[in-house]
Nanobody, 128 residues
Framework: QVHLVESGGGLVQAGGSLRLSCAASGRSFDKYAMGWFRQAYAKEREFVAAISWSGGNTLYADSVKGRFIISRDKAKNTVYLQMNSLTPEDTADYYC?????????????????????WGQGTQVTVSS
């Protein structure tokens, strides 16, 4: 069993930055691939970024590529999402997720069904 808790959300002006954290508890977390997804009001949850168990491979949605950085600290059992150059279109609830089956990252990492553990989310609001 894996328990995920996101933090770091809040209100920020356009052009600003936020760093989200996802603290994990449970066995074998360091073997899991991790992902970040977001869900804006009245929209479907969409993929943002993913990182392999080793941290050596990452994948980003086109909409955040070059602005967001996903990373992980195994010693702290934490995954981060550094978000820069934020725009109002980035406003959403952000969720971290764990894939306990496959620790690598490929194009399938963009699919919600790939992840079997989810956090409760943290809200990000970007004002114009």
């Amino acid at each position: 069993q894996v328990h995920l808790v996101e933090s770091g959300g809040g209100l920020v002006q356009a052009g600003g930055s936020l760093r989200l954290s996802c603290a994990a508890s449970g066995r074998s977390f360091d073997k899991y691939a991790m992902g970040w997804f977001r869900q804006a009001y009245a929209k479907e949850r969409e993929f943002v970024a993913a990182i392999s168990w080793s941290g050596g491979n990452t994948l980003y949605a086109d909409s955040v590529k070059g602005r967001f950085i996903i990373s992980r600290d195994k010693a702290k059992n934490t995954v981060y999402l550094q978000m820069n150059s934020l725009t109002p279109e980035d406003t959403a609830d952000y969720y971290c997720a764990a894939d306990s089956i496959y620790g690598k990252v490929n194009t399938l990492a963009t699919m919600r069904i790939k992840y079997d553990y989810w956090g409760q989310g943290t809200q990000v609001t970007v004002s114009s």
